[in-house]
């Protein structure tokens, strides 16, 4: 049976999306950008950590 996901496929549409995003950004803007997506990820990333604990306990 044939995979028909494509990861690299996927990963580059997303950075096409990202880079038409940015367009036109400042730099302050652009590393704001970033700031902003950095937190937010880490905060998902503390979400599933303590969805995983609380399993772990139950």
């Known amino acids: 049976m044939k995979n028909r996901f494509d990861c ?3 990963k580059h549409r997303s950075a096409e999306k990202i880079q038409q995003k940015l367009m036109g950004f400042s730099l302050e803007e652009e590393l ?13 990333k503390e979400k599933i950590k303590e969805k995983k ?5 139950v």
């Open 8 to 10: 690299v496929a996927m």
């Open 32 to 44: 704001e950008f970033w700031e902003k997506r950095s937190v937010e990820l880490k905060n998902r």
């Open 53 to 57: 604990i609380r399993e772990v306990k």
